[in-house]
T-cell receptor, first 109, second 119 residues
């Protein structure tokens, strides 16, 4: 079957760094997306990885290891507005996104 | 970037009535749009794939006669929840992929969602 494993909730301090891990199993693989979803809002696109390695985009970076079925999202210089759920969504062989429940990130002052 | 507009953002209706939700791609053409439903603290659940000019493809367990999808133009898809019941109360979100700017693996862009409450 297809599944995604992320921590349910994480807490971090404003100004710090946090890494959100994701392991996945899919039928085929066409890349992996990370989305941010604030409470009561729709997801917004953060990053896309299709090759192994690290993709950096400002304060956010995303890493992928296809052989391990593993990705992480790294958030630096955390701000209060980063409090949200972070969704790891791999894309299967049919180009369908597979969604987990995401990781709720709580930022404390 | 690609913008998807969804309307209304919130709707409260009585049990037994129907509700229509609109999803528009504002600056690109979307031959395919996706309708999701999300219950609190749960993952996005794909309900159906809306195809311009043809019938929608529904996911297993989603009643096509209850959730009517119409994709009459390249920029508009509608979802109608018919004979709504309290258990249909949820957050409905549409999305689309801008194929003009990328391939099948280009990111999904989401509308702002519709919070449906059935009383």
């Amino acid at each position: 079957g297809q599944n995604i494993d992320q921590p349910t909730e994480m807490t971090a301090t404003e100004g710090a760094i946090v890494q959100i891990n994701c392991t996945y199993q899919t039928s085929g693989f066409n890349g992996l997306f990370w989305y941010q979803q604030h409470a009561g809002e729709a997801p917004t696109f953060l990053s896309y990885n299709v090759l192994d390695g690290l993709e950096e985009k400002g304060r956010f970076s995303s890493f992928l290891s296809r052989s391990k079925g593993y990705s992480y999202l790294l958030l630096k210089e955390l701000q209060m507005k980063d409090s949200a759920s972070y969704l790891c969504a791999p894309m299967d062989s049919n180009y369908q996104l597979i969604w987990g429940a995401g990781t709720k990130l709580i930022i404390k002052p | 970037g690609a913008v998807v507009s969804q309307h209304p953002s919130r709707v409260i209706c009585k049990s037994g009535t129907s509700v229509k939700i609109e999803c528009r791609s504002l600056d690109f053409q979307a031959t395919t749009m996706f309708w999701y439903r999300q219950f609190p603290k749960q993952s996005l659940m794909l309900m159906a794939t809306s195809n311009e000019g043809s019938k929608a493809t529904y996911e297993q367990g989603v009643e096509k006669d209850k959730f009517l999808i119409n994709h009459a133009s390249l920029t508009l898809s509608t979802l109608t929840v018919t004979s709504a019941h309290p258990e249909d109360s949820s957050f409905y979100i549409c999305s689309a992929r801008d194929y003009d700017r990328g391939a099948d693996n280009s990111p999904l862009h989401f509308g702002n969602g519709t919070r449906l409450t059935v009383t």
